[in-house]
């Protein structure tokens, strides 16, 4: 990668406040080259996610300025053009940037941790969970600990229960291989959307300190209780197993919807439902926070649905709560409505920017706050390993589902059964410019 200027750049052009981030190597000076080895080169992550967020970094400005290596590496057979062998012995620091799949299970899980291990410190390993690096999942603390009104209101005294949803459109096209040995609960739910979970049960932390955050962290996963068979169902999308590297009896589950209880003074009684699911009807991602209903109502609310606090992820970000207002005009009826922080509206002109993007330069400057602690893997893998273990086995079978629809109906079955209300003839529209 090219060259330009003097030194680093990047704390001169951070938008980030200088102490929002920690560094674990205080002692080595940020100067000389920056080496950055991608395994897994010539594959579907490098290709889609890391290649292009290293370049929107550097194109930024973000990597520093005096010399960059960036060296691939993939176990498929690529010429030497495309792969660069040499290995870094630059000085510096050494971090190491570690992606899922953390394993399969809790012992496999465990057993690649303690070989990282022997290599690596803990504060040299970051364990990307590129959810971690959303826009919205980062605003998550900003949120609940820097606005009053929602510190008497996030508990099991005001939410009924709480929904994490992600939704792609799309199967597992072309990954059918690496998919079909995973699922979707080892894909995106032990991991995307437990973190997202973590985030927003959380108790306040100590400070912002990295391990303040994860301390708390953890704590939420070591309060939630096993997962109950009867709170989970799995679907399988019809037309998965055509793909050539799909098993032809294969049981993965390309859907799941699960409930997770969390047992402590907060939370206890409010189900937190994770739903993940590919080949449905929509993308999206959000989290749905769903409020009790009106004690001694006088206006009907009830009918018309309940208060909901929703960030959108993606796609369209945004944050809205929806609320129950009198409808304009003479007569006075009430009609459900939604304040609206729609961020391509609010925010015109500013690029949110990928996660990888940010989460590669949290790793150069040493900041773990957005990284997944050992402890913290191995409670994620604590809650959902028997499970999966009961999945692998056989115990417990996917529903078909039809391709382009909301995945088996037995799924919002259950949504209802653990006390989520729709509402009906209301829908957010995010607004356009
Ligand atoms: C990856 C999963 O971690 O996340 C993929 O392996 C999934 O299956 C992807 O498609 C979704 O990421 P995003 O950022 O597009 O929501």
Not at 16 to 33: A, H, I, K, Q
Not at 68 to 73: E, R, S
Not at 302 to 311: A, D, P, S, W
């Amino acid at each position: 990668m090219g060259t330009s200027q003097s030194q680093w750049s990047v704390e001169k052009r951070s938008s980030f406040r200088n102490d929002s981030f920690s560094r674990e190597d205080e002692n080595v000076p940020e100067t000389g080259c920056l080496s950055i080895i991608v395994l897994g080169a010539s594959g579907d992550l490098a290709k889609k996610k890391t290649f292009p967020a290293l370049f929107h970094l550097y194109r930024q400005g973000f990597l520093p300025s005096n010399e960059v290596h960036i060296f691939g590496y993939a176990r498929s057979k690529i010429s030497d053009d495309d792969l660069r062998k040499r290995l870094p012995n630059l000085g510096g620091w050494t971090r190491i940037v570690v992606e899922k799949p953390f394993g399969k299970d809790l012992e496999s899980s465990e057993k690649l941790s303690s070989q990282i291990g022997e290599l690596f410190d803990e504060p040299q390993i970051y364990r990307i969970d590129h959810y971690l690096g959303k826009e919205l999942v980062q605003n998550l603390l900003v949120l609940r600990f820097a606005n009053r009104m929602f510190l008497p209101l996030w508990n099991r005294d005001n939410i009924d229960n709480v929904q994490i949803v992600f939704r792609e459109d799309f199967g597992t096209e072309g990954r059918g291989g690496y998919f079909d040995e995973y699922g979707i609960i080892r894909d995106i739910i032990q991991n995307h959307l437990l973190q997202v979970l973590c985030l927003v049960a959380m108790e306040k932390p100590v400070s912002l300190k990295p391990e303040h955050i994860r301390d708390e962290k953890v704590k939420v996963l070591q309060s939630v209780v096993p997962i109950n068979d009867d709170e989970v169902v799995l679907g399988q999308y019809e037309g998965y197993r055509d793909d050539p590297t799909v098993p032809d009896h294969s049981n993965t589950p390309t859907f799941a919807t699960m409930v997770l209880r969390i047992h402590n003074e907060r939370w206890e009684g409010v189900p937190f439902i994770l739903k993940a699911g590919k080949a449905l009807n929509s993308r999206k991602a959000e989290i749905r926070i769903q409020f009790k209903e009106v004690p001694g109502d006088i206006y009907k609310c009830q009918k018309q649905g309940r208060n909901e606090f929703v960030i959108r992820l993606q796609p369209s970000e945004a944050i809205y709560m929806k609320l129950t207002v009198k409808q304009p005009g003479l007569e006075m009826s009430t009609v459900q409505s939604e304040l609206d922080l729609s961020y391509r509206q609010r925010y015109q002109g500013v690029a949110i920017p990928e996660a990888y993007e940010r989460l590669i330069l949290d790793t150069i400057r040493g900041d773990q706050q957005h990284f997944v602690r050992r402890d913290e893997l191995r409670a994620a893998w604590e809650i959902f390993t028997p499970l999966l273990h009961r999945i692998d086995n056989g115990e417990m079978k996917s529903i078909p589902y039809q391709p382009g629809s909301r995945g088996p109906k037995e799924a919002d079955e259950l949504l209802a059964k653990a006390g989520y209300v729709q509402t009906h003839g209301y829908i957010w529209i995010p607004p356009t410019l």
